[in-house]
């Protein structure tokens, strides 16, 4: 075998093994965050974000929490699932130990709020906006 074979066969292995590698690193970033958890993440996070932007003051909503909770008891999460800040208009849901996801409302209101973990229910009142109080109704 003449060196000039060795050369385009060693090349094609090596071209061929860089290629392997870049598919599969490419398919690993595009699967991972579509499934599993975080996708939940962003979709309560995102559902709750929505519900405040179309209320009013003065309004009462409950939200069942029940597939968050399996969710959370799933991946051994027994942190606070839902935080709604006030001072940054955002919500976030931690269903894992990561970071969670974070999504903002753009409704000038003010958010009273309670994550009855026995009940599985989210609870909001739609209050004026309180310039800066960040409350949670225990």
């Known amino acids: 075998m003449d060196k ?6 060693l090349e094609n ?10 598919v ?3 398919t690993f970033l595009i699967v991972r965050p579509s499934g ?3 996708a939940y993440e962003q979709i309560y996070a995102k559902q709750i974000a929505l519900m405040i932007d179309k209320a009013e ?7 069942d929490i029940y597939d968050i909770y399996i969710l959370a008891k799933e991946n051994d999460f027994n942190g606070k699932w839902i935080n709604i800040d006030n001072d940054k208009n955002g919500v976030k849901v931690m269903l894992d130990k990561g970071e969670g996801y974070r999504f903002s409302y753009f409704n000038d209101v003010s958010i009273v709020w309670n994550e009855d973990k026995d009940a599985k229910i989210l609870s909001m009142k739609i209050i004026e ?5 960040n409350e949670e109704v225990v």
């Open 36 to 38: 599993g958890v975080s």
């Open 57 to 63: 003051p003065g309004m009462k909503i409950e939200m």
């Open 24 to 26: 599969v690193s490419v």
């Open 13 to 22: 292995i090596v071209y061929t093994l860089f290629l392997v590698f870049f």
């Open 4 to 9: 000039k074979a060795v050369n385009v066969t």
């Open 129 to 133: 906006n309180l310039e800066g109080k």
